[in-house]
């Protein structure tokens, strides 16, 4: 409903705009009629504006009573243009001094609104026009006749070509519009993913992690039988792989390990890098034992992991604290995650550590 009513508003607003080019038209005829360029009187000419006026009026009144919904044409496009090119014409007509600008800048004026024709109501407008034009052609002599057929070929390219210009210029902008927005898109696009990853791992950051964590812990009060796992993890000794290998050899490892999170977890859970080496691990709909087999999975594959083909022996490994969702505020399960990472890693480091009083302390495979 809303949008229809929109659209009625959009026509009364295009009929007003076409009645305003067609009012600056007969401004000018007026003014050319004060300096004695038209034989019309005045009180002819105040008649002609009236009528001019009525048409447009009775085009609003069939909007505003919806009459227009009934038409294959809603927007009353072709009836429009055909008034306002009538009103040009037979203005023009009374005009005798500046006749060719009065005409043509009437035609230009008006000439906005036929880009909401057809190709066939397009033919029919500038048909029209010309037949009208032709039809007010009487009583010249032979130099009038030279100069109305100047004229009246000026006023056929104008009525013919403007149409076509105007949408080939139209069609541009449309090109350059969409070429535009694509490009717009893709920015955002970016703009999106820099707002929910890191920018050197490729993994998500803390910002997603937490609306990531508000999901999941919504699921879990929502469903009782529902539970999510967390895993916080520390490389152990990081800054010596920086001071060895330098920070680009640093940074390689951190992409690798956010690729080694990536590969061993499902596309329903969330790896995230939330500090310099520092990775968060959800596993949702997984158990506290489930997420144990999980961690330790990441161990070995860190075994693995060559950290400089230079020094092919040489190792990391991690600190990792694990525990389950317990209906708390998610920030509660988050701090009991980081304080049973800071106890694997206060212990003596590459340790799994689960925070619950059952569970203890577990050893991961060293390099």
């Not at 300096?35 to 008649?47: H, Y």
């Amino acid at each position: 409903m809303e949008e229809s009513v929109r659209a009625q508003h959009a026509r009364l607003y295009r009929i007003g705009t076409l009645g305003a080019a067609v009012g600056i038209h007969l401004v000018t005829c007026w003014m050319v009629l004060s300096i004695g360029g038209m034989s019309i009187s005045t009180v002819g000419f105040l008649a002609l504006v009236s009528l001019a006026a009525s048409g447009f009026l009775l085009l609003g009144v069939a909007v505003l009573l919806e009459w227009n919904l009934a038409l294959e044409d809603p927007g009353l496009s072709l009836p429009q243009m055909l008034w306002a090119i009538s009103v040009v014409v037979v203005s023009a007509h009374f005009v005798t001094t500046l006749k060719p600008v009065v005409l043509l800048l009437g035609a230009a004026l008006i000439l906005i609104g036929a880009n909401r024709l057809d190709r066939r109501d397009q033919v029919i407008f500038a048909t029209f026009g010309l037949l009208l034009y032709l039809g007010s052609l009487i009583q010249l002599d032979q130099y009038s006749w030279m100069a109305e057929i100047v004229l009246l070929i000026a006023f056929a390219l104008v009525l013919v070509f403007g149409p076509v210009l105007y949408q080939f210029e139209m069609s541009m902008m449309e090109t350059v519009l969409l070429n535009k927005n694509r490009e717009l898109r893709t920015a955002l696009d970016r703009i999106k993913d820099l707002a929910v990853t890191d920018e050197l791992t490729g993994v998500f950051n803390r910002r997603h992690l937490m609306e990531y964590l508000a999901q999941q812990k919504a699921l879990a009060d929502r469903r009782p039988d529902y539970r999510f796992s967390l895993c916080y993890i520390d490389l152990d000794f990081f800054k010596r792989v920086n001071d060895r290998f330098g920070h680009a050899g640093g940074d390689e490892v951190l992409k690798q390990v956010a690729n080694i999170g990536k590969s061993i977890l499902r596309e329903v859970d969330c790896v995230a890098r939330v500090g310099g080496e520092e990775f968060v691990m959800v596993l949702a709909g997984t158990a506290q034992d489930d997420a144990i087999t999980v961690a330790n999975r990441l161990a070995a594959r860190l075994k693995a992991l060559t950290v400089s083909p230079l020094e092919p022996q040489y190792r990391i490994t991690a600190s990792i604290g694990v525990t389950e969702y317990r209906g708390e505020d998610i920030q509660q399960t988050i701090d009991r995650a980081d304080r049973a990472l800071y106890q694997a890693k206060r212990t003596g480091r590459n340790k799994l550590v689960v925070a619950n009083q059952e569970a203890p302390t577990r050893a991961l495979t060293s390099g």
